[in-house]
């Protein structure tokens, strides 16, 4: 029950805005914005389409190209390159 003097507003000021609360809020908000940055370093990666002008690029591999890094026994003819996003 709050005090006769005190407002909702003061109550709840006093309350969220406490200084031991400061190192919590300190915390998430870092971990927030470490998540943020991670996904969006994820989401700009070389894998990740986000264009649909090749939807699905495996359709344009020819029979003779090799899309690995490393083949073993293998013998190609050409090289496959990714030329759109």
Known sequence: MPAPNQSVMQQFRRHWFAVEATPIYVIIGSVCVGASWYLYRLAMGPTIQWTKNNAQPWNSIKPNQTTK?????????????????
């Open 69 to 85: 890094l490393m083949t073993v026994n293998h013998q190609a003819d050409g090289k496959w390159s990714r030329d759109t996003l």
